[in-house]
């Protein structure tokens, strides 16, 4: 869609560029090359490094020539492949915890401008009245145009309490719009929840990081006490970026069979060939497990899954596990599929640095890939009664440049009938403009838990008039061939030392 953005990254943590990365901290080990080092490729990178040196314009950095020759390196692979200098690592290491510094907003490139894709929820960005599809002119008294994103991104980060104003041009104001923000160590509330009526209530996670797991564990327990006889429950994973994979599993595990198989990854290392399991050991540390604290009727509770363009990685991982096991009605629009796994490598410690790559693919139960297709909702329902808003204009991971393919793709995809995109762009801002406010998830006006409540009930259900990508022919039934790739072998070795308190291999 020639609306939709290009060259995405994400600040929402304040932190790196990506969606929902998949993260396995390790250190690097010395590892035996799987073929010798191209002599004449490193040769020509030295001629043309020792050419800068000597002929450029001006004196040439050494770190700074390398350091941008690694970067351009591991960027040049995916979407999701990076470099991470000190700061990078730090605020990613940080954000696994649920905290970070920064204005609290999703953002892309488009047209050389800076756009908006989300506000975080409770940000300060989110409280300024910041709204998804503004694009961001000046920052301070700085252009953006002529910035690339990373040094757009840098300039929006800063130490706490300091204040950054941004330009904002918004579609159907006459005027540029000007906000004062002051940036501030945001700690996000990864688990929300309450009883919306009688018999029914509403867990979110907003994003799956380190504490996801007992802060559900806890939120569950209070929703049971207040009404001990649940009728249903909706699980609502929209805007959810991704996160860690032990939270992942373990939001997975409090709903499925004990013992369950919950997600497979495969990869080009034997490390990467592994399953995950609805265990203990999988999503908390020896001798805590705060599930077993839950009640057993939360095991066969009837359930809805809300989930959008904007549910990735481990969102799309506990939709895709409870969509195979039918443990849940997946409701609302395709996710983002980002279905890849990033193993955050750290390089020897006096650097501080590392490096974020891509080693493996995420498969659900059933062996589908996730990645590039995302989940596909059992009953398609739009973010709002007459329409799915901007979230319909959102970037999915099958949009990025040099994203990783489908791998059990057997050919051409079959995609449904569009509507004329440049058509739909205008009907969609015509509406949003009526809007006052973002809609606030869990709320009286939110039109697609109304949806889930009506699907727990029997009651009709308003479904999308806009139908979702077709998968191949192998999935429509939930699971692959015996002809396509499988997924990899259950009982897989975990390595000894994982999964523990830091994520294993998850690691938007």
């Known amino acids: 869609m020639g609306s939709k953005l290009k060259n995405i990254g994400l600040i929402s943590l304040g932190v790196i560029a990506g969606i929902g990365a998949s993260i396995q901290f390790d250190a690097i080990a010395q590892k035996s090359a799987a073929a010798p080092l191209p002599l004449e490729e490193l040769r020509q990178l030295a001629d043309v490094f020792g050419l800068i040196k000597s002929d450029y314009v001006e004196p040439a950095d050494d770190k700074k020539l390398l350091t941008e020759a690694i970067s351009g390196m591991v960027a040049s692979l995916d979407p999701h492949s990076a470099y991470l200098d000190k700061k990078a690592y730090k605020e990613l290491r940080e954000s696994t915890q649920g905290k970070f510094v920064g204005l609290g907003i999703e953002v892309g490139m488009e047209e050389g401008y800076i756009k908006v894709v989300s506000p975080i929820e409770d940000s300060p960005a989110y409280r300024a009245g910041i709204k998804a599809g503004d694009l961001i002119t000046r920052l301070d008294a700085t252009p953006v145009k002529g910035l690339t994103l990373e040094q757009a991104v840098k300039r929006m980060r800063g130490e706490p309490n300091t204040k950054i104003t941004l330009t904002i041009s918004r579609k ?17 509330q990864s688990v929300k929840g309450k009883v919306i009526e009688p018999g029914y209530a509403w867990l979110r996670v907003t994003q799956f990081q380190e504490p996801t797991v007992d802060d559900m564990a806890k939120k569950i327990a209070a929703i049971y006490a207040q009404e001990p006889n649940l009728k249903g429950l909706v699980l609502d994973l929209r805007n959810d970026p991704g996160g860690v994979l032990p939270g992942a599993i373990g939001v997975s595990a409090a709903f499925l069979p004990k013992d369950s198989v919950v997600v497979t990854t495969n990869g080009q290392l034997p490390s990467s060939k592994a399953s995950f399991y609805a265990k203990r050991e999988y999503y908390a540390n020896p001798g805590n497990d705060p599930l077993a604290r839950l009640p057993e009727a939360l095991k066969k509770v009837p359930m809805v899954v809300l989930v959008n363009t904007g549910s990735a ?35 020897p410690p006096e650097r501080n640095t590392a490096v974020k790559l891509t080693t493996a693919r995420y498969y659900t139960p059933n062996g ?33 440049t040099k994203h990783l393919s489908n791998d059990t793709d057997k050919g051409p995809e079959v995609a449904a009938a569009k509507v004329d995109e440049l058509e739909e762009a205008q009907r969609i801002a015509a509406i949003e403009k009526k809007r006052s406010k973002p809609l606030e998830f869990g709320s009286k006006d939110d039109f697609q838990l109304a949806q889930a409540l009506n699907q727990l009930k029997g009651l009709p259900v308003k479904v999308s008039a806009i139908k979702p990508e077709i998968r191949s022919e192998t999935e429509k039934d939930g699971k692959t061939s015996k002809d396509d790739k499988p997924a990899p072998e259950d009982g897989a070795i975990i390595k000894k030392d994982g999964p523990k308190n830091e994520p294993k291999n998850e690691k938007k």
């Open 172 to 188: 159907d104001e006459d005027k540029p719009l000007i906000f004062s923000i002051t940036r501030q160590e945001i700690r996000v």
């Open 313 to 347: 990685s481990a969102s799309e991982i506990v939709a895709g596990a409870l969509q195979d096991y039918k443990r849940a009605t997946i409701m609302g629009t395709q996710t983002f599929g980002k279905g890849s796994v990033q193993s955050v490598i750290a390089l």
């Open 368 to 400: 589908r890939s996730i990645q590039a297709r995302g989940i596909v909702p059992d009953v398609m329902v739009d973010e709002y009664a007459d329409g799915d808003g901007l979230n319909g204009l959102r970037l999915r991971e099958a949009d990025l």
